[in-house]
């Protein structure tokens, strides 16, 4: 079965620094892109950013590119994603994603093979 399963959600202050993790399992990890997806209150789920599987590359939204940093150890199957200078607008469920062999363009949801139950992350000002 496959699996991957977010951690590091939490309540922070603006400005301050929080990393996520996603330990993924049942797949050949080091084959799949990983991308990072939020969804808010009322709002649809918005792609994040991405690593990708091959040529280590990553993608970012433009509203977290500078303040986010995702990143990939192969060795622990886990994806992570840095979040520094947080914002209130931040505040928002995290959810990882697997997409096979993905290409560095794969930032639409409906791309993505397999999805982590999500974590909260919630920034207050």
């Known amino acids: 079965q496959v699996q991957l399963v977010e951690s590091g959600g939490g309540s922070v202050q603006a400005g301050g620094s929080l990393r996520l993790s996603c330990v993924a399992s049942?797949?050949?990890?080091?084959?799949?892109?990983m991308g990072w997806f939020r969804q808010a209150p009322g709002k649809e789920r918005e792609f994040v950013g991405l690593?990708?599987?091959?040529?280590?590359?990553?993608n970012y939204a433009d509203s977290v590119k500078g303040r986010f940093t995702i990143f990939r150890d192969n060795v622990k199957n886990t994806v992570y994603v840095q979040m520094n200078s947080l914002k209130p607008e931040d505040t928002a469920v995290y959810y990882c994603?697997?997409?096979?062999?993905?290409?560095?363009?794969?930032?639409?949801?409906?791309?993505?093979?397999?999805w982590g139950q999500g974590t909260q992350v919630t920034v207050s000002s």
């Open positions: 049942g797949l050949t990890f080091s084959s799949y892109t």
């Open positions: 690593i990708s599987w091959n040529i280590i590359t990553t």
């Open positions: 994603a697997a997409v096979l062999r993905g290409r560095i363009t794969s930032i639409r949801a409906d791309q993505y093979d397999y």
